[in-house]
């Protein structure tokens, strides 16, 4: 029951066993970048279980003690129907009267599945008003009040461990094994931008990998010649950098798997600055932006030498492969506003 005490601490309770790291697992830390709002991986969880507190839950799961005739064993049982005593069903068995081993069996018996909004309840008799203990589903309510001692116990007498991978009752983890390497890879969801995941052996980016994949998929004719262009090679690379720079990524962090293998995400972008209708390259080695754009941005210089200012350098970044930063974003989002404004006021003349 102390469970509600816990919940309002800044930080996790303490639990008799290691977890994987709250942040995720084989994750390079300094390209982490936190979700808007969150302080960190920890707050990002303690946060949400405060906020699915098990008193606050609507729905619970009824878990009760059924003792076996000779006293010795006993059984954890799980009450589907509370007015249907005939559809409970047999979670486990242990000996004696043993709330750790029940804790656990509760855990396992739910393993996999996605619980936020169910809370468990642990009763001494199937009618017993006041459960023995309550919590959510989830390693520090389940494992709350259980020693170190408790968890060797169970485990060198009943082989019964906690299944702490199908415990992430809340979905806090993405899971992806790294297209360039093969390491298993997982990151919190709730608290980071899960482009901002980089394998820490290979240094891919395996969600911003295949994410960034199927988006130049539907522009990959620009750059080969072959098949229906569905996105425009502008929309491609303009949409692309901004992806990149909002994680801080360059092309050496992306594994293609969507492309063709001799084309890498490299000579992609570089396929696709060449095609771009919007950043032509002039002969003097320089950037030059469609005529439509710069007609549009003939009345100030001001703006049009600051924006093919911007232009430029983002295609020699482009060219270099990057790393993108925050600010090549912008002016990708600034270069889409400027053809956008170009092309409706031409409309608007016509
Ligand atoms: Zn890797």
């Known amino acids: ?6 919940l309002s601490d800044v930080h996790l309770p303490a639990v008799p066993i290691v977890l994987p790291p709250h942040e995720g697992q ?103 008003d006041e459960p023995v203990a ?28 906690p299944n702490i991978e199908g415990w992430d009752f809340d979905n806090f983890y993405m899971h992806r094994k790294c297209p360039s390497c093969g390491q298993k890879i997982s990151i919190n969801m709730f608290a980071f931008n899960i482009d901002s ?7 891919v980016r395996p969600f911003l990998s295949c994410a960034l994949g199927r988006l130049l998929h539907l522009a990959l004719p620009a750059v080969t010649g072959q098949g229906e262009q569905i996105l425009s090679a502008d929309q491609a690379l303009l949409n692309t950098v901004e992806w990149l720079g909002d994680v801080n990524a360059g092309t050496d962090h992306l594994h293609q798997e969507e492309l063709p293998e001799h ?13 771009s209708r919007l950043l032509a390259a002039a002969p003097e080695g320089r950037f030059a932006l469609a005529p439509t754009v710069m007609n549009h941005l003939a009345d100030n210089q001001d703006s049009a030498s600051m924006v093919i200012g911007a232009a430029n350098l983002l295609a020699k970044t482009i060219q270099e492969g990057g790393p993108f930063t925050d600010t090549h974003a912008a002016t990708a989002r600034l270069l889409q506003l400027v053809e956008r404004d170009a092309l409706k006021a031409l409309k608007e003349l016509n």
């Not at 084309?263 to 095609?275: A, R, S």
Request: glycine share 6%.
């Open 197 to 203: 995941a980089q394998c820490n052996k290979c240094g």
């Open 26 to 128: 084989n994750l390079e830390a300094s390209a982490l970048i936190l979700t808007h709002g969150a302080k960190s991986a920890e707050q990002v969880i303690v946060d949400f279980r405060n906020r699915y507190s098990p008193e606050s839950q609507r729905w619970f799961r009824r878990y009760y003690l059924k003792a076996h005739r000779n006293r010795d064993r006993t059984s954890l049982r799980y009450a589907w129907n509370l007015d249907i005593p005939s559809t409970d069903r047999t979670v486990g068995i242990f000996k004696g009267d043993d709330l750790a081993a029940a804790q656990i069996l509760i855990g396992n018996n739910m393993a996999g599945a996605w619980m936020s909004s169910i809370s468990w309840h642990l009763c001494e008799d199937r009618d017993g």
């Open 263 to 275: 084309i890498t995400p490299h000579l992609m972008l570089e396929g696709l600055l060449k095609n």
């Open 134 to 161: 309550i919590g959510r589903f989830d390693p520090w309510s389940l494992l709350q009040d259980i020693t170190p001692a408790d968890i060797v116990r169970l485990r060198d007498a009943r082989g019964l461990v």
């Open 1 to 6: 029951m102390n469970d509600l005490i816990r």
